[in-house]
């Protein structure tokens, strides 16, 4: 089942809501249903899967215990 973002165009509010089978998307703030879906990256994990290095946090500049280097933009 996919997890897809919106925001809406009431109220403004970015939030990723769990889609099932025919069901329509609202906003969990204002409830209203005009919605603007993000563009999202899709994820896959497999069982072998690790987290990328991060460079930042391998030189001691970074202090995050689970730090992958990406989401925080340290590693540019």
């Known amino acids: 089942m996919p997890i897809y973002e919106y925001t809406c165009e009431s109220c403004g509010n970015e939030f990723e809501i769990l889609i099932r ?5 609202s906003c969990p703030s204002c409830g209203k249903t005009r919605l603007a879906k993000k563009f999202s990256l899709a994820a896959a994990h497999t069982a072998g899967s690790t987290q990328p290095a991060c460079p930042v946090q391998e030189s ?7 730090c992958c280097g990406q989401g925080c933009g340290m590693n540019r």
Do not use: I, L, P, T
């Not at 089978?21 to 998307?25: D, H, I, P, T, V």
């Not at 001691?60 to 689970?66: E, F, K, P, R, T």
């Open 21 to 25: 089978g025919n069901e329509k998307a």
């Open 60 to 66: 001691g500049a970074c202090d995050v215990s689970n």
